[in-house]
């Protein structure tokens, strides 16, 4: 007894021993880098940035909605407040999406695309009192610039246009030919903006080195446990997909109830789903994440973090590792004596890296095991990004830049749940970085696609500062 008590606290001693060490050895590598003078942004800037939110350019899904004059005239604006750009880019338009090209004079490189989009969501209109200035009004108030736009996306392809404006001014040439393009529709998937940029290019055989996008941003205090401000420049996004899962039943008269009634049935199968997750993935990039994030943190969170072979569950479910699913419409019925003889739900399935469709559909039908149910696709899967390399130069110099301009800014490379554009380019850029620096918090974030969408002067400013460093930094590095 004695010696099985012995042995017994031997490997208690050796487990807590492992977890220590572990915790005190995850340490973050700090990436050094010389501080830069930040280009000096012009007051104009902000003029030029609150006149393009003035535009309703809006993306509603609606197709009796038309704002195609509102991009017409948001382009004639661009072309106003950008001239050197439209004299030194060559510029052509796609339906309402533009795309820039700025010739670099050595060929043998690998261009890259800096992009963004021109639309944005609709307002909710029940919910216009509860703004402090109006959505498409561009009114500063404070400091502060409210507006559809200020966080998505307007914001970047104003930063951008402000940062190759004074890159121009100030002499600047690029050494690898870099394009701009602004989608038009990505709030509504992207296919007649990016999409047909994309096949344009691919016709003409353009190899992109990567494309910039937004997508990431830089997290303040939104991060459990860590206190730094966090740059996520997100590598990978999941898949989209839907299902629509439909009962048909006998039906009958609500006085005489059947045991399985239809909207009782459906209710089970939706409750069976929720409560069958997917698996938790511990994928490299997520596990790149942990040590990054749980390195930054005080003891507890670093012994959890550093200990993801324990935690395991714990930690991915915080990553939201997993295919996700959330039923969004639910249908049925038409008056209050009679059980229906259909009701329909869709559920909304977000795919992790490693799934597809088709293994999402077998999980459907083999939990919900009900054969009155049919499980339809509603439109094709997006399927999950590839994971672009997080090693790569290109991923060095943004995060390199990241910290010249935000040196207290912890970067990690990091998957979103959200679709982009960038999805559209996949086919020829060899890599898509999604991160323009839009300082996000818990104050502000509910203004994407929300109310009181809204961006400090300040950060706006540095927007165009990381662009403008970003684009030197690669010079720089395309000269050694
Ligand atoms: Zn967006």
């Given at each position: 007894?004695?010696?099985?008590?012995?042995?017994?606290?031997?490997?208690?001693?050796?487990?807590?021993?492992?977890?220590?060490?572990?915790?005190?050895?995850?340490?973050?590598?700090?990436?050094?880098?010389?501080?830069?003078?930040?280009?000096?942004?012009?007051?104009?800037?902000?003029?030029?940035?609150?006149?393009?939110?003035?535009?309703?350019?809006?993306?509603?899904?609606?197709?009796?909605?038309?704002?195609?004059?509102?991009?017409?005239?948001?382009?004639?604006?661009?072309?106003?407040?950008?001239?050197?750009?439209?004299?030194?880019?060559?510029?052509?338009?796609?339906?309402?999406?533009?795309?820039?090209k700025w010739e670099g004079?050595n060929e043998?490189l690998n261009p890259i695309?800096?992009?963004?989009?021109?639309?944005?969501?609709?307002?909710?209109?029940?919910?216009?009192?509860?703004?402090?200035?109006?959505?498409?009004?561009?009114?500063?108030?404070?400091?502060?610039?409210?507006?559809?736009?200020?966080?998505?996306?307007?914001?970047?392809?104003?930063?951008?246009?402000?940062?190759?404006?004074?890159?121009?001014?100030?002499?600047?040439?690029p050494?690898r030919t870099i394009y701009?393009?602004?989608?038009?529709?990505?709030?509504?998937?992207?296919?007649?903006?990016?999409?047909?940029?994309?096949?344009?290019?691919?016709?003409?055989?353009v190899?992109?080195?990567?494309?910039?996008?937004?997508?990431?941003?830089?997290?303040?205090?939104?991060?459990?446990?860590?206190?730094?401000?966090?740059?996520?420049?997100?590598?990978?996004?999941?898949?989209?997909?839907?299902?629509?899962?439909?009962?048909?039943?006998?039906?009958?008269?609500?006085?005489?109830?059947?045991?399985?009634?239809?909207?009782?049935?459906?209710?089970?199968?939706?409750?069976?789903?929720?409560?069958?997750?997917?698996?938790?993935?511990?994928?490299?990039?997520?596990?790149?994440?942990?040590?990054?994030?749980?390195?930054?943190?005080?003891?507890?969170?670093?012994?959890?973090?550093?200990?993801?072979?324990?935690?395991?569950?714990?930690?991915?479910?915080?990553?939201?590792?997993?295919?996700?699913?959330?039923?969004?419409?639910?249908?049925?019925?038409?008056?209050?004596?009679?059980?229906?003889?259909?009701?329909?739900?869709?559920?909304?399935?977000?795919?992790?890296?490693?799934?597809?469709?088709?293994?999402?559909?077998?999980?459907?039908?083999?939990?919900?095991?009900?054969?009155?149910?049919?499980?339809?696709?509603?439109?094709?899967?997006?399927?999950?990004?590839?994971?672009?390399?997080?090693?790569?130069?290109?991923?060095?110099?943004?995060?390199?830049?990241?910290?010249?301009?935000?040196?207290?800014?912890?970067?990690?490379?990091?998957?979103?749940?959200?679709?982009?554009?960038?999805?559209?380019?996949?086919?020829?850029?060899?890599?898509?970085?999604?991160?323009?620096?839009?300082?996000?918090?818990?104050?502000?974030?509910?203004?994407?696609?929300?109310?009181?969408?809204?961006?400090?002067?300040?950060?706006?400013?540095?927007?165009?500062?990381?662009?403008?460093?970003?684009?030197?930094?690669?010079?720089?590095?395309?000269?050694?």
């Amino acid at each position: 007894m004695k010696k099985i008590l012995k042995y017994t606290s031997l490997v208690l001693i050796l487990f807590l021993c492992v977890i220590l060490f572990n915790t005190l050895t995850l340490k973050s590598d700090k990436f050094l880098v010389e501080e830069v003078d930040k280009v000096e942004v012009p007051d104009g800037a902000i003029d030029r940035f609150t006149g393009a939110l003035k535009f309703k350019t809006i993306s509603s899904g609606n197709t009796k909605e038309n704002y195609d004059d509102e991009f017409y005239k948001l382009h004639d604006y661009l072309e106003t407040s950008f001239p050197l750009v439209y004299s030194s880019l060559k510029k052509q338009t796609f339906n309402q999406s533009l795309l820039f090209k700025w010739e670099g004079e050595n060929e043998e490189l690998n261009p890259i695309m800096l992009m963004s989009h021109l639309d944005v969501v609709p307002v909710d209109q029940t919910t216009l009192n509860d703004w402090e200035a109006p959505p498409f009004s561009g009114i500063v108030k404070d400091g502060i610039i409210f507006g559809r736009g200020t966080l998505d996306d307007k914001v970047s392809v104003l930063g951008i246009l402000e940062a190759v404006e004074n890159l121009i001014n100030n002499g600047f040439n690029p050494k690898r030919t870099i394009y701009l393009a602004f989608g038009h529709d990505e709030e509504i998937g992207g296919n007649n903006g990016a999409g047909v940029i994309s096949n344009y290019l691919e016709k003409k055989g353009v190899e992109l080195e990567f494309v910039l996008d937004e997508g990431g941003f830089i997290s303040e205090g939104l991060i459990p446990g860590v206190d730094k401000p966090v740059a996520m420049i997100n590598v990978a996004e999941k898949g989209y997909v839907s299902y629509e899962l439909t009962i048909k039943t006998k039906g009958g008269h609500s006085s005489q109830p059947p045991r399985n009634n239809t909207i009782g049935s459906l209710a089970t199968a939706i409750t069976k789903l929720e409560s069958n997750q997917f698996k938790l993935k511990m994928t490299p990039l997520i596990k790149t994440q942990i040590n990054i994030l749980g390195a930054e943190m005080s003891f507890l969170g670093k012994m959890f973090f550093a200990n993801s072979w324990l935690f395991k569950n714990f930690l991915l479910e915080g990553f939201n590792a997993k295919t996700s699913i959330a039923p969004t419409i639910i249908s049925g019925g038409i008056k209050d004596n009679v059980i229906p003889t259909t009701a329909s739900v869709i559920i909304n399935f977000r795919i992790m890296t490693g799934d597809d469709s088709n293994k999402i559909k077998q999980h459907i039908i083999k939990t919900i095991d009900d054969e009155r149910i049919s499980v339809k696709e509603i439109n094709p899967a997006n399927l999950p990004s590839p994971v672009s390399d997080y090693n790569s130069d290109s991923f060095k110099l943004i995060q390199k830049t990241i910290s010249q301009i935000f040196p207290k800014v912890i970067v990690t490379p990091g998957l979103i749940g959200g679709g982009t554009d960038t999805k559209h380019y996949e086919k020829i850029s060899k890599n898509a970085y999604r991160f323009y620096p839009m300082r996000a918090n818990s104050e502000n974030i509910s203004g994407v696609h929300g109310i009181n969408e809204r961006i400090s002067i300040s950060n706006y400013k540095e927007i165009v500062q990381f662009v403008y460093q970003f684009l030197i930094n690669q010079n720089n590095n395309d000269n050694e």
